[in-house]
């Protein structure tokens, strides 16, 4: 599916133009397309094999495995109930993507084949520990469209978190800016200020906002700068308790200072060296108890550019934010 990148840069342009406080040149280098997910028709009557669409079941190969977990002692779902120890328990589908279908915005992304997203719906993790991995899944296919077929919902579901209703998607391409660009160090600025206004006239509101690449809509906090979740670096050196109140009564007397971070995220956003991309965004349903993340929340599927690059899907992470 093609799309027209001059208009949406022309828009941005105009947009540029009203805001004067801003570095034109600087904005263009940040910004990234991404395909808006609009929801379709719910439950429709028919659709075609391997459609992108969201909930229901996915339209797999015939070498597809369904997704499990291995609960741990102290997980527990989204009501603090300790989950069954002992037993593997199947991930929700969440979306399936036909990236045949959908337009090109990334080269890094294949041209074919087909994306499954899985998460633990009943547990909802929030994706703060390493241990939570296997809680969610990203899986990538490419087979000839006439090899799949409606996969088999395993064993082990909890009747009252099937995600049976589905809908389909249509893509609508925009282009994203990135949460603190902007710091909040110059929240009383008018550069601030009119990054903001900038913001909102790019990318028109709307609920729910699901969208493929792109700059993610965060409710909380940036995620493009995680640290290692999958524990492969070193840990960080433990700091004591005598070290962090000497650190504290320095700040008190004005002989310390905490670096300000959003200097440094500005640029690594210039020169895009922050590791962490958005895969999938996928906004709380209103239509749908089961898709509501957190309290109105979002659930975001998270890759690291080599990995994109690589297609190495298995290595995503996922982080939920709410109000």
């Avoid at 009383?188 to 006239?201: G, N, T």
């Avoid at 790019?202 to 995680?226: E, K, T, Y």
Wanted: proline letters at 9%.
């Amino acid at each position: 599916m093609e799309y027209s990148f001059e208009s949406l840069q022309a828009k941005l342009d105009q947009l540029l133009a009203e805001e004067p406080a801003l570095d034109a040149d600087k904005i263009k280098r940040i910004a990234r397309p991404s395909i808006r997910l609009l929801e379709g028709e719910r439950i429709p009557t028919s659709y075609s094999l391997g459609a992108s669409r969201m909930a229901g079941v996915p339209d797999v190969p015939a070498h597809f495995q369904w997704p499990y977990f291995e609960p741990q002692e102290g997980d527990t779902d989204c009501c603090g109930h300790d989950l069954p120890l002992g037993k593997p328990l199947p991930l929700d589908f969440i979306a399936q993507l036909d990236l045949a279908k959908l337009p090109r915005i990334d080269p890094a992304i294949p041209t074919t084949g087909w994306l499954y997203f899985f998460y633990d719906v009943k547990g909802q993790p929030w994706g703060m520990e390493p241990k939570e991995k296997d809680r969610f899944r990203v899986m990538y296919f490419d087979c000839p469209r006439d090899d799949l077929h409606p996969a088999t919902v395993p064993d082990g579901f909890d009747p009252d978190y099937v995600l049976s209703e589905h809908w389909s998607l249509e893509a609508e391409v925009e282009l994203t800016l990135p949460a603190e660009y902007v710091g909040y160090d110059e929240f009383d600025s008018p550069r601030f200020a009119a990054y903001e206004r900038l913001k909102e006239k790019l990318v028109p509101a709307g609920f729910p906002c699901n969208r493929f690449l792109g700059h993610a809509d965060v409710i909380q906090s940036p995620m493009d700068d995680l640290h290692d979740p999958f524990g492969e670096e070193d840990d960080d050196e433990e700091v004591s308790i005598e070290e962090a109140n000497a650190f504290l009564d320095s700040l008190m007397k004005g002989e310390a200072e905490i670096e300000n971070p959003y200097p440094k995220r500005s640029k690594a956003l210039e020169e895009d060296t922050l590791p962490w991309r958005l895969l999938l965004q996928v906004d709380s349903d209103p239509n749908d108890g089961n898709f509501t993340w957190g309290s109105e929340g979002r659930i975001y599927f998270l890759i690291q550019k080599e990995d994109l690059i690589a297609r190495r899907f298995d290595r995503i992470w996922l982080e939920l934010q709410t109000t």
